[in-house]
């Protein structure tokens, strides 16, 4: 499979901060290629270059085969994007906005459209596509941007958190319209997400990013088959001690503490099992509760980074909040 | 071909967002309305036969300021359509797409020129309900000289914006503008009967010569002893004006963002 993007050594800075260090990725084309990372971990500088919008410090990179600074209009009209934050005109409405993008992309007055109308009657949005977006709910903003990004038929579609500050049930709506307008389309397309289930869900491939690098890059099965097992979780009334029996006497080594939960990693977790409870018995610690799960995403970020992908499970901002994270730099 | 296709599609989406904002229009009446009728008529009867030409009232002298800063006032607000565009995301798309800064500018430009050009015309309408007389060929003619003018200042507007961040800076930057270039204008006097120094500064203003070429052509014959120079002029002066003021906002949008 061709390569639709390839990164030489791509970086960028802000003063003293590297947001992006030295990137060397490969995208396949046709692939759904997950950029997984918690905030601040440069994916959306990432792909903010990748997309032109911000000149790399450093190295190179090539999108549909066009280089993203000396080729940078040819880049634009190859690519489609839906940004982190909203980016439509709410004073349009739905098609107008779809109009006025494709006028943008320089698509023929006479396949405009039945574009329109195919991408429309994709993302269910026909019979709300004459009222004004102010009107449209933040899912429906979503499709129709989703819808945007793709009437100029790009080879690469760029999604920037594309569920952030939605509920569950439109999530999930969004993710079909993604799966289902990549395979109509037949494009490859790059998201970020911090999401583990997004990730999880969407990707062929999965690039973890930490602090400007790429710390794993693998499918999603094969990223957690790296951690060789299962995950133990105890909860005991003195976490402390048996930390110290599991990673010493036990020897188990991939084990930490979170919130005041012991996790540690194993290859046999049936067998391991009782024998925590055992060796927590013999010293007199009080085992509260203990479960066995499968690893995830956020076992394989913790492995990586040793730490959570999210240290609090923050709320996403809403409404006024998120209005006023609108601004562009 | 593209370019044009993008700057036409940027141009309707600011007349059409103009056209639905009702209370702009609505409101659009108000000043113009106030300084005619009150400060014109105010003026005018404290001036008594102390304006400068025989048979003019002071309201008909300053009709063509009023118009002219009708024109200053709303280009310089369509720059906070930059403000708005950044604020809201919509910015982005704009400067994603595959089309040059210069048209993205000169798209936006022009249509807000469009927007301020409705608001000037409103003000000649609103002139002609107020017994002001001005025939159908004047009316005519004075549409090509607003348009001129709103270009230049539109960019001044736009280019102001271009550098703000939020829409507190830009409005008090904007009265730091809009006050001084209005009021030494000439727009509300003949800059003739100005101390030499604030004639030198008057003339260093291009709306003057705004006022002046709409003075020219709603007045006509009657203006020429107090004209600052004759219509041509006038028109050759703003037209270097807004080119220069076009090439700066190219430039500066070419660095946003």
Request: proline share 4%; with cysteine.
């Amino acid at each position: 499979m061709p390569n639709v993007i390839e990164t030489n050594q791509l970086t960028r800075s802000f003063n003293s901060l590297t947001a992006v260090d030295r990137l060397n990725i490969t995208v396949e084309s046709g692939e759904i290629f997950g950029l997984l990372g918690p905030n601040g971990a440069g994916k959306t500088t990432t792909i903010s270059m990748l997309c032109t919008i911000l000149k790399p410090t450093s190295g190179t990179a090539k999108v549909n085969g066009f280089d993203i600074v000396k080729e940078a209009t040819q880049v634009r009209k190859s690519i489609g994007i839906v940004f982190q934050e909203p980016s439509v005109d709410d004073r349009l409405t739905g098609r107008e906005n779809l109009y006025m993008h494709a006028n943008l992309y320089g698509i023929p007055t006479s396949e405009q459209k039945s574009r329109i109308d195919n991408i429309l009657k994709l993302v269910e949005l026909e019979d709300r596509a004459n009222d004004l977006l102010r009107t449209y709910s933040g899912g429906m903003r979503r499709r129709l941007e989703l819808a945007r990004g793709l009437i100029h038929y790009p080879k690469v579609l760029f999604l920037d958190e594309p569920t952030l500050g939605l509920d569950p049930q439109t999530r999930d709506h969004v993710w079909k319209y993604i799966k289902e307008l990549k395979e109509a389309h037949d494009i490859t397309v790059v998201l970020t997400t911090h999401y583990m289930d997004e990730a999880d869900r969407l990707s062929d491939r999965i690039a973890i990013m930490d602090y400007g690098k790429i710390i794993a890059l693998d499918t999603s099965a094969k990223l957690k088959e790296t951690l060789e097992g299962d995950v133990i979780i105890v909860k005991a009334n003195n976490p402390d001690a048996l930390f110290s029996l599991i990673t010493e006497k036990m020897a188990l080594q991939k084990t930490r503490i979170v919130n005041g939960t012991i996790e540690t990693t194993v290859r046999n977790g049936e067998g391991t099992l009782p024998r925590i409870v055992e060796t927590a018995t013999q010293n007199k610690i009080y085992v509260e509760s203990i479960s066995l799960r499968e690893p995830n995403l956020e076992d394989v970020f913790l492995h990586y980074t040793g730490r959570m992908i999210r240290a609090d499970s923050g709320r996403e901002p809403h409404g006024i909040a998120a209005i006023q994270r609108r601004k562009i730099q | 071909m593209t370019e044009l296709r993008g700057l036409y599609t940027l141009w309707l989406r600011e007349v059409k967002r103009y056209l639905r904002d009702r209370t702009r229009i609505v409101s659009s009446f108000v000043q113009p309305l106030l300084w005619l009728v009150i400060f014109g008529v105010g003026i005018g009867a404290s001036l008594r036969g102390a304006v400068p030409i025989p048979g003019l009232t002071y309201q008909q002298l300053i009709f063509p300021g009023i118009v002219g800063q009708t024109l200053l006032f709303t280009s310089m607000f369509m720059g906070i359509s930059v403000i708005w565009d950044k604020e809201f995301g919509f910015m982005k798309e704009i400067l994603v797409a595959p089309i040059s800064r210069m048209s993205i500018f000169l798209g936006k430009m022009v249509g807000d020129s469009t927007d301020a050009l409705i608001q000037g015309m409103i003000v000649i309408i609103l002139g002609l309900a107020l017994g002001i007389r001005i025939d159908p060929v004047t009316f005519l003619a004075c549409l090509p000289v607003m348009l001129l003018i709103t270009f230049g200042l539109v960019s001044v507007g736009l280019t102001v914006a271009s550098f703000m961040g939020s829409l507190e800076s830009f409005g008090a930057i904007q009265s730091f503008i809009n006050l001084p270039l209005f009021f030494l204008s000439g727009a509300l006097f003949q800059i003739q009967s100005l101390p030499d120094w604030m004639q030198v500064v008057s003339k260093a203003n291009p709306l003057t010569y705004g006022v002046d070429a709409l003075r020219n052509i709603i007045l006509g014959g009657t203006w020429q002893p107090l004209q600052v120079q004759p219509l041509y002029l006038d028109i050759a002066v703003v037209g270097v004006f807004d080119l220069v003021m076009i090439i700066i906002g190219t430039w500066a949008f070419a660095r946003m963002k």
